[in-house]
């Protein structure tokens, strides 16, 4: 105990010594204090404020009430238990399907594996109801399979069921990111040395590369599950009666008026977020034998065992295939007159959706390209700060902006409200509080993207530069930050897109002088007018598009060399 | 343009967390020493010795957690690296991947805030000193690994810096490169007349580069002198050690006396030259006796065993059986010299002015 002590103290004085030379820095001490209070206003203040509404009651006395709530009402129990079922369940699935594909990309002899990039890149760039309402095209009540082709009457995709297919096509590209790398570090010498000591190619699987990616299943699952847990839109626009807790908080704080109530089953989910997150981060990551940035030491020798190769990428290649196809229904719903009962070609959907929507599309594109901006430069700014920097106040950044990943939009968006309703700190309604928004939900992938490019980057750059008079504001803008571009551009055009699609958070923010598309579609949706939302969502999808396209444009003018942004 | 300026550590100490965070442990441990301006001072010990600290000390990159930094009388202990007039060669070289060999030697120079006319000259003349000019465009990843340590060794030249500081400069060249490349550093810091300080883990590039080496282990100074003191008059057992090869023989002391010490070695008594008020008769030390002072032949004092011998070129090298105890032996230029075979019989004879007495621990 006393040696913790004293390791402690010895640390604490170090670093003091370490802020006197800070100190001297008035740019860097402000950045750093900069980064501090908006991480504290925007990430660790709403949170609380969501704690602390949960146990006090509208008259402000200490109040069990709202848990007692939680657990005597059967509805928030049934949320409970349902997002748990649905979080397992679609991680299950997710990870299975997103495993087939990172194998099918690392080990197969096969062509087309672009393809595959482009179906995990789909989920990123579109708006959050897609899947979800192709399905609800395909085989809803007027679904273009169940009821033009199969005739069936009263088909009810909405639900558990519709639930886990939408999920599942949505969040496995999640898992086969992560397992793609993870497979394409593991050394071949590796298995080739399992075969050459006798192990046939299926005891090399399951044997040695899936121990070896065993613990990046585990994770794959728990990111899942974080994201099933945490997902609103699919839930809104498909879930039905299958009520899940970030549905369970909406309904509670805005339907019900219960900003209090709505709180408590924030709580719950944010503690289960949470744990999942604490999980992943601290036990299984602990576990990875192979680095993500590791290179294997050759190429693999594909497989092209019929065998092997047939089942396997023949599931991809239809999974894939689905997921295009349901991307592409989209636009195709949106020029269609009543999808079911009239398959005429139409614009009126179009004229619809700018003449009534004109003002959600303009509000939703300056709001985000306001935020752009602002989470980029200070996404690489906390990265930097993290990764080269030792300061008194960084592991609050650090917990802060790792916090932030794992709150789900929903939480956020009721300790907002509770936040920023009242004084001191009034906000409600206001372009800055959506903007805030936006950037606390871009910001972690940001920072991420900053410190593993950082890692990569020899410090000793950093020291030569301050070695030769370079203030710490001068290596930021003439060393970290050409070295970092791509992932600061990355960072530009992924919050640009997160902006644009986001509604978890912001629902509980917007107000009659501020909509947004995401809303629009969810209103649509809402009163199955699935042509306008269609149009909505193709809308939404062609400014994206347009985005990307500009950023490429700008960045090759910039430097010809420089490598194009793929969101992948 | 010469800048004269000493440095002077006082009571430094540096303690860091222990890699498995369990506890602290000290770096540096209260160290002092003084560095007289124009000076050469190479920093010499084997890794985690504390070398490194003490020049990132210097350079602004670390704190000291005790002690006091004196650059020409002024501390300078709280003032960050680009406010200190130093300019440090970095072992990995820390080039700036994105800019061109000229822009990485003027970056320090753009931001002084120069006038781009002046930058290029003193770049280029920069340039012309290491030999690379009309490389200016290159980009770092084009140059060998020679090359490389040319652009930063520029890099900091350019700045005109007080004291320049090297960190294992040479450690990723080849050996021959490495021995021309130290032959170069030399010339241009006596051509400048620059305070530098060296931190090396290589012996022979301490010898042949500094006018004193500083030997350490263990956070702490084990001996500051010259060259030729530091290898014939080593102050500890370590330092023989660590700087070229010894061997060590047990031995007592007779009797200390002005000019020379007494003592026994083999039955044998021995007297070494040089006063040393530091023994006690009866005294038990260690004698340092390095293996090409060692003489063989058909005569000596002491019969051995050879029980290994090869030829090297410029030496034969042997291992002799001494009544039980191993010795190392170098005979230099062999050539037309009578070679001896394993198993051979041998006599033995130590020079007493080769001799040097170091305490035991």
């Known amino acids: 105990m006393t040696a913790f002590f004293r390791r402690w103290r010895f640390q604490f004085l170090d670093d003091l010594a370490q802020m006197k030379k800070i100190a001297r820095d008035p740019i860097l001490t402000s950045a750093i204090l900069l980064c501090i209070v908006s991480l504290f206003l925007f990430v660790v203040f709403p949170l609380y404020k969501v704690l602390q509404q949960s146990f006090f009651n509208p008259d402000g006395a200490f109040s069990l009430d709202a848990y007692k709530l939680l657990f005597t009402s059967g509805e928030n129990f049934k949320a409970f238990s349902n997002t748990v079922l649905l979080g397992s369940v679609v991680g299950l699935l997710a990870t299975f399907v997103g495993f087939m594909f990172a194998y099918c990309y690392t080990y197969l002899a096969i062509r087309g594996k672009k393809l595959f990039n482009l179906v995990a890149m789909l989920p990123m760039i579109s708006p959050p109801f897609a899947v979800a309402l192709s399905i609800i095209l395909l085989f809803g009540s007027r679904g273009f399979i169940t009821n033009t082709l199969l005739g069936l009457r009263d088909a009810n995709i909405y639900g558990f069921k519709g639930l886990i297919l939408v999920q599942t096509l949505s969040f496995f590209p999640i898992a086969y990111l992560l397992l793609v ?48 847990v945490a997902d609103f839109a699919n839930p809104m626009a498909i879930g039905g009666n299958f009520a899940t807790l970030a549905t369970q908080i909406y309904i509670q704080s805005i339907g019900n008026y219960d900003v209090q109530g709505g709180a408590a089953v924030a709580v719950l989910l944010l503690d289960l977020s949470m744990l999942l997150f604490i999980i992943s981060k601290y036990w299984v990551e602990k576990k990875v034998y192979v680095t993500v940035t590791g290179k294997a030491s050759r190429e693999r020798m594909p497989i092209s065992d019929r065998l092997v190769v047939w089942p396997v990428a023949g599931f991809c290649y239809a999974v894939a295939g689905i997921v295009l196809a349901l991307y592409i229904l989209i636009p195709i719903g949106s020029f269609i007159k009543l999808w079911g009962i009239n398959y005429s070609f139409t614009l009126d959907h179009y004229i619809y959706a700018f003449g009534v929507g004109s003002k959600a599309i303009f509000d939703t594109t300056w709001l985000s390209v306001l935020a752009t901006p602002i989470t980029g430069l200070l996404g690489m700014v906390i990265a930097f700060l993290v990764v080269r920097k030792r300061f008194i106040g960084k592991g609050f950044i650090n917990f802060a902006s790792l916090l932030s990943i794992a709150v789900p939009g929903t939480v956020i968006g009721v300790g907002y409200i509770l936040a920023f309703n009242t004084p001191p700190i009034v906000l409600t309604g206001t372009a800055t509080l959506l903007v805030a928004a936006f950037i606390v939900r871009s910001l972690p992938i940001g920072i991420r993207a900053g410190v593993a490019s950082l890692q990569q980057i020899d410090p000793a750059i950093d020291e030569a530069a301050a070695d030769l008079g370079a203030s710490s504001r001068q290596i930021f803008f003439k060393i970290t930050l050409p070295l970092i571009k791509t992932a600061f551009f990355s960072g530009l055009i992924y919050t640009f897109i997160r902006s644009m699609t986001s509604i978890s958070a912001v629902i509980f923010l917007i107000t009659a002088k501020y909509n947004l598309i995401t809303i629009a579609v969810l209103d649509q949706v809402e009163s199955a007018k699935f042509g306008v939302a269609s149009a909505f969502s193709t809308i939404l999808i062609l400014i994206v598009y347009l985005a990307i396209f500009i950023t490429n444009q700008v960045l090759t003018r910039l430097d010809p060399n420089i490598k194009k942004i793929e969101l992948t | 343009m010469r800048k004269m300026t000493t440095i002077e550590l006082r009571n430094i100490t540096k303690q860091f967390v222990t890699p498995d965070k369990a506890g602290t442990f000290k770096a540096v441990d209260d160290v002092s020493l003084r560095i007289e301006a124009g000076k050469f001072v190479t920093l010499l010990g084997p890794s985690g010795c504390g070398k490194t600290t003490i020049l990132r000390m210097i350079a602004g990159f670390e704190t000291p957690t005790a002690g006091e930094i004196l650059v020409d009388g002024k501390r300078i202990n709280d003032l960050p690296p680009d406010k200190r007039d130093s300019a440090m060669v970095f072992q990995s070289y820390a080039l700036f991947p994105h800019l061109s060999v000229f822009n990485n030697v003027a970056f320090g120079l753009e931001l002084k805030q120069m006038s781009a006319a002046l930058i290029a000259e003193k770049v280029n003349a920069a340039l012309q000193m290491v030999g690379l000019a009309g490389l200016e465009n290159r980009q770092p ?77 263990h956070g702490v100074i084990e001996q500051i002198g010259e060259p030729a003191e530091v290898y014939q008059k080593p102050a500890s057992e370590f330092v023989a050690d660590f700087i070229g090869v010894a061997n060590f023989l047990d031995a007592e002391v007779l009797a200390t006396e002005a000019e020379k010490t007494v003592v026994r070695l083999l039955d044998t008594p021995f007297a070494v030259p040089g006063r040393r008020d530091d023994l006690q008769p009866g005294e038990q030390v260690r004698l340092v006796i390095r293996p090409e002072t060692v003489r063989l032949g058909r005569e000596g004092a002491f019969a051995a065993t050879v029980t290994y011998s090869t030829y090297m070129g410029p030496s034969q090298e042997y291992s002799i059986d001494l009544g039980g105890i191993r010795l190392q032996v170098e005979q230099p230029d062999p050539v037309g010299k009578e070679r001896f075979a394993e198993n051979s019989q041998v006599m033995v004879s130590f020079r007493e002015e080769s001799l040097h007495i170091v305490k035991k621990h």
């Open chain 1, 181 to 228: 790398g993870m497979l394409k570090s593991i050394d071949p010498a590796i298995e080739d040395a399992a075969r050459d000591l006798g192990a046939s190619r299926w005891q090399t699987f399951r044997r040695v590369t899936a121990p070896l990616v065993g613990p990046g299943i585990a994770n794959s699952f728990l990111l899942v599950f974080i994201k099933s």
């Open chain 2, 141 to 217: 990843n084009q140059l060998s690994g020679g090359q490389q340590q040319r652009v930063a060794l520029a890099r900091a030249l350019v700045m005109e810096p007080s004291v320049l500081l090297f960190d294992e400069p040479l450690s990723n060249l080849d050996a021959k490169l490495r021995v021309h490349m130290r032959r170069e550093i030399r010339h241009i810091q006596r051509q400048l007349g620059l305070t530098s300080v060296y931190v090396t883990h290589d012996q022979s590039e301490a010898m042949s580069l500094s006018d004193q080496v500083i030997v350490m282990n």
